[in-house]
């Protein structure tokens, strides 16, 4: 087997040749008529991701391994399942959405906590052909309602709570609250009763998952095309409106199969626990699909890097279930180095096992990268993807040939990606030169076909803008050797604690303040979060509220209609906001201000004495 170079030549030269070899490694109930065609992956082929992720494995006699761990030091419980298990419930859960009249291609919208039902909750959906849209537990009723309106789901899965270090949140309300809110109503929600905090049903509208699972006969999987959609989710546009990324059945399988093996260097029966949740891309990806379609055994986390009890956690969950992938978000290693400076806990563990940490979700910073390398004495691979691509653009595929480090860059584009980084003309950068990263069409399997109901945004976000190419919304360079280095986004898109939010969203829910005329927000530096959301407010005039006041029914606001996840927790009243002759608001040269950075000020801006203002306010006269 060749190297890097090679694999990628072929990929790009020859993507036909390269992904119809990978697609054998996917079982396909009638085999695709070609590899692509017509802008989609597989046409003609069909296929169950469910029976790929599940009964294959238990036909292959892995029914007694373990497919899924679930370690929750939130409620102080282990539960192991097996791939024989896994499917038992799978089909029965299968069973229920059956008799509650769900069938391929009806959505389904799933809003639990990091609990096995979560994940057996997403496979059902997969069993039936039907499509699944996780919403992450953190967000709030509003956000839910957005979601359940968007994508009309037929029934709502739902547990009454999630567990936080600190405090039981109970979903139910939030539930209620955004169904309330939605135009669109479910027949039926399916509600996951947890001991800490038990809900009350809605007789009529909810049913008990035990009671409505135990009494469910199995359901088989059904066969759908490779072209059919097997999930939708929503991850933050710069706008209000959340877009609905839309993800296939056969090139998702097919792509995340060969992740496992190329990039991530994992194989069957081993353990990889990817520390995210089952609300985020990465979830869906490593928590759930990759490692089962794989027949590893995945690690299902409810818990914290720290505080869960202490910064060990990482380092126990990695011992005890001989972990050999962990992969999580550079921000979790930032809040464990934080309280375990000098990695004491770590020596607590014996965790030989451990072959490789992986990190994306956020730049990984080489203070960060070294502290973690330092400490475990493995490769720590940064790798750079989004919700969009569902699986890595860029990063050192280990499992084809380990390439040097270079801390600060997810090393080279993954095999399938023709990674461009463009100037505003849409000329390529030289090496060094910082641009725009673009994915030159076509994106490989896995990839977002379109936006869900919404192909005219899709369009307009992401393919206008370099015709021929993806705009990734992010900047960066590539140096002289090929590395890829990502910088930030260059949008409306901020990234705090590895979580992904629009400051439009923020944005419309500070405007919607009686005393609010103006707003804007910007992402500020922040040592743990890498990036905290600062809300700079005008009040109307003639208000005559309390500046503090006022500042802090924002912080409450956002917490309520966006969700705790945001950490929205500073809001700043400014007599004016930095404007250019046509009224855009400057939040470059905010963001400067706000990062204590030296900051020049724009030719275009209207009015210079804004910015001292701006200064003071951040800093304090
Ligand atoms: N349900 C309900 N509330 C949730 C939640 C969930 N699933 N997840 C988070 N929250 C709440 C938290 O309780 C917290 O609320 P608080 O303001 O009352 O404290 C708030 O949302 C922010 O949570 P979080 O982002 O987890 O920050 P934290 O300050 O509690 O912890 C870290 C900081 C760094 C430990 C934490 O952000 C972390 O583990 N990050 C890992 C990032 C990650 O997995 N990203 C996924 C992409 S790979
Ligand atoms: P999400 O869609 O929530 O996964 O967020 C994707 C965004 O997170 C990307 O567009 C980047 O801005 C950022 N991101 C993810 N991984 C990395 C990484 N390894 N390096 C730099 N930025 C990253």
Request: hydrophobic share 40%.
């Amino acid at each position: 087997m060749g190297g890097y170079d090679e694999a990628y030549r072929r990929s790009i030269e020859r993507p036909e040749e390269f992904w119809a070899e990978a697609a054998l490694d996917i079982d396909w109930d009638v085999a695709p008529a070609a590899v692509s065609g017509g802008g989609r992956w597989f046409p003609g082929g069909r296929l169950n991701t469910c029976h790929n992720a599940v009964d294959r494995h238990v036909a292959a006699g892995r029914g007694g391994q373990a497919a899924l761990i679930h370690d929750s030091p939130v409620t102080g419980t282990v539960r192991t399942i097996t791939y024989a298990e896994l499917l038992d419930e799978v089909a029965r859960t299968a069973g229920m959405l059956k008799g509650l009249g769900v069938t391929a291609g009806d959505t389904v919208v799933i809003y639990m906590p990091m609990v096995p039902e979560a994940v057996v909750a997403m496979l059902a959906c997969a069993r039936l052909g039907a499509v699944h849209s996780v919403v992450f537990g953190g967000f709030a009723a509003r956000e839910l309602a957005l979601r359940i309106e968007h994508a009309e789901p037929k029934v709502v899965l739902s547990a009454s709570c999630g567990i936080e270090p600190a405090r039981v949140v109970a979903y139910k309300p939030l539930l209620d609250a955004a169904l309330e809110q939605s135009a669109h109503r479910p027949a039926h929600c399916v509600i996951l009763q947890r001991p800490q905090c038990p809900a009350e049903l809605t007789p009529g509208r909810d049913l008990d998952w035990h009671e409505s699972v135990r009494a469910a006969a199995p359901a088989p999987c059904v066969s759908v095309a490779a072209t059919d959609p097997l999930y939708v989710l929503y991850t933050s546009g710069t706008t209000g409106l959340p877009k609905g990324v839309v993800r296939d059945n056969g090139g998702h399988a097919v792509a995340l199969r060969w992740s496992m093996t190329n990039v991530y260097g994992a194989f069957p029966g081993e353990v990889f626990w990817a520390a995210s949740d089952v609300g985020w891309v990465v979830g869906h990806s490593y928590i759930v699909y990759a490692p089962l379609l794989t027949g590893c055994t995945t690690v299902l986390y409810e818990g914290k890097p720290v505080g869960t009890p202490d910064p060990g956690a990482f380092w126990r969950v990695t011992a005890q279930h001989g972990v050999r992938t962990l992969f999580t978000a550079p921000t979790a290693i930032r809040a464990i180095k934080k309280e375990d400076p000098s990695g004491n806990f770590a020596k607590k563990w014996d965790l030989s096992g451990l072959r490789h940490l992986f990190l994306a979700g956020e730049r990984l910073d080489p203070d960060t990268y070294h502290w973690a390398s330092d400490l475990l004495g493995v490769p720590v691979i940064d790798h750079w993807w989004q919700t969009e691509t569902g699986w890595p653009v860029a990063a050192n595929c280990v499992g084809i040939e380990t390439l040097p480090i270079k801390p600060g860059s997810p090393t080279k584009p993954v095999p399938g990606y023709d990674v461009r980084v463009l100037d505003a003309e849409g000329r390529e950068c030289p090496p060094g030169v910082e641009g725009a990263v673009t994915v030159r069409l076509p994106l490989p399997p896995g990839c977002l076909p379109t936006l869900y109901r919404d192909e005219e945004r899709f369009a307009a976000s992401y393919l206008t803008r370099y015709p021929g190419h993806y705009l990734t919304g992010d900047g960066g360079h590539i140096d002289a050797d090929g590395y890829l280095f990502v910088m930030g986004r260059i949008d409306d898109v901020i990234n705090v604690a590895g979580h992904r939010l629009s400051t439009g969203t923020l944005e419309e829910v500070i405007a919607a303040h009686p005393d609010v005329a103006e707003c804007a927000v910007i992402g500020v530096a922040d040592e743990l979060k890498g990036q905290l959301p600062v809300g700079f407010v005008v009040l109307k005039s003639g208000s005559e509220r309390d500046p503090a006041d006022v500042e802090r029914e924002l912080t409450a606001l956002v917490r309520e209609h966006v969700g705790p996840v945001a950490a929205f927790r500073r809001a700043v009243v400014v007599a004016r906001l930095p404007k250019t002759r046509s009224g855009k608001i400057l939040r470059a040269t905010m963001r400067d201000i706000a990062d204590g950075r030296p900051y020049t000020t724009p030719s275009t801006i209207e009015d210079p004495g804004v910015l001292p203002e701006i200064a003071d306010a951040v800093n304090g006269p």
